[in-house]
């Protein structure tokens, strides 16, 4: 694109001119030093803009002027970016859905992981749980700032780094698994879909030897 930006905007047949080979020397530091060289397609398409604001403006005129000239110099080149511009468009607008739905999640799970540590009823670790990997998967940001707080710190940071849960916390796990697996058991029997039942049966089997012998269980102080 530079070239040709420079063959017809400044008349260089054969060699560029001092600006653009500025220009292409400063774009092929870019590319030598850029992290993400190997997953993205074109740097148009990179969520990060490592030009100088200088730069950007210098390249975006080249592009301005170039783009809609490459059809009849470069057509495989240029349908080619277009292709590519257009999966990646959709692929970043899936991964942004994908995002906001973890959020929510994360925020109900946050939601009710507070009100478990407030009422006896609702378990607080699973919800929790739910809440550090909705926010790790979604926001860089939220993840730190919930594994800083003190909700997280009391009630979830010594399982995940294994250290086990308080004989309380199993306890309110465990009961609140039951309830849901014989609410569970109970419509399945009444429908007679008795696959499932079986089903639920073993993995409520399954948490209860979980939580019972092979999660740790420590004494608050």
Known sequence: MISL???????HKKELCSVCQELTNYALTRI???????????????????????????IREVMRFSGPR???????????????SKREKERLKEVK??????LILGFI?????ALGAVLPILPTVPFLLLAAVSFAKS???????????KLYKNN????VKGQGMSFKSKVKVIITVTLLMAIGLTLTL????????????????????????????????
């Open 156 to 159: 979830l940071e010594s399982y």
């Open 70 to 84: 490459m059809i009849f110099y470069h057509p495989i080149m240029a349908l080619n970016h277009v292709i590519t």
């Open 190 to 221: 009444i429908k007679g879909i008795y696959i499932l039942c079986i089903i639920l049966a073993i993995v409520w089997v399954i948490h209860i030897v979980y939580f019972t012998f092979y999660v740790k269980t420590y004494k608050l102080d």
């Open 5 to 11: 930006y420079c063959k017809k905007k400044h008349k």
């Open 139 to 149: 926001s860089d940001k939220l993840n730190n700032w919930f594994i800083n707080t």
């Open 109 to 113: 799970g946050l939601g009710l992981g």
């Open 97 to 102: 859905i994908k995002k906001i739905l973890w």
């Open 32 to 58: 030598e030093r850029c992290p993400f060289m190997e997953n993205k397609t074109f740097c148009s398409n990179c969520k990060v803009h490592c030009y100088t604001p200088i730069m950007q403006e210098k």
